[in-house]
């Protein structure tokens, strides 16, 4: 199951838009309001989407157990698809020695383990499904809160995301701010990652 890319074709990393209101409606010094604002006032940067994939350690741990959560699921399944092989190996070969009534239980039955195994993979499917689902809504609410903060204190108004299916064309290295966030989100990453239960539930309990 291939789910490093799957979780790259996510909505992961959509554009962010950050519109601060004060530091436009504010007016000291150098200050743009009313009739007086341009796009061009407006400061604007993007993050390189396979850069952040390659280089977030929450996405690499996150693959990583996908990656072993799906290798689980898959030995489940391959065992349970090797018992009903032999199974239907065994009625096969002594099939010439049962009764009419009894090959047709024996038919029946394996029949419907057959059914039983085809809803066992769907449902290994489905929770694979939903764990990639729940990474990708958790990547996607990590990268926003932390580009929030980081926007607002260095006046960002909109972040975009580029890579090769963007609609961005072009984009100059000043306007480039993944090393920066993947810094901080790594942080920020490292710090979670290494919090105790406890200390989660003091968090909480604030």
Excluded: C
């Excluded at 977030?56 to 741990?61: A, G, L, P, S």
């Excluded at 006046?155 to 100059?172: K, M, P, T």
């Excluded at 480039?176 to 990453?189: M, Q, R």
């Amino acid at each position: 199951m291939k789910n490093a890319s799957l979780i790259l074709n996510v909505v992961l990393l959509v554009a962010v838009v950050v519109l601060f209101i004060l530091h436009f409606t504010q007016k000291p010094s150098g200050a743009v309001s009313g009739a007086n604002f341009s796009p061009s006032d407006v400061k604007v940067a993007y993050v390189n989407q396979d850069s952040l994939l390659k280089n977030y350690d929450f996405v690499k741990v996150s693959v990583e157990k996908l990656d072993k959560q799906a290798k689980s699921f898959d030995d489940q399944l391959a065992a349970r698809q090797g018992s009903l092989q032999r199974e239907v190996q065994a009625y096969q070969a002594g099939a010439n020695n049962l009764t009419r009534g009894q090959a047709i239980a024996l038919e029946e039955d394996l029949q419907k383990k057959g059914q039983n195994l085809q809803l066992f993979q769907q449902s290994l499917a489905q929770q694979l499904d939903e764990q990639r689902a729940k990474v990708s809504e958790e990547l996607y609410g990590k990268l926003t809160a932390y580009l929030k903060t980081y926007s607002k204190d260095r006046g960002i108004a909109v972040v975009v995301r580029y890579n090769r299916e963007s609609d961005i064309l072009y984009a100059g290295d000043s306007l480039d701010i993944s090393k920066d966030v993947i810094k901080g989100l790594n942080d920020a990453w490292k710090t979670e990652s290494t919090k105790t239960p406890s200390d989660t539930t003091k968090a909480k309990g604030k």
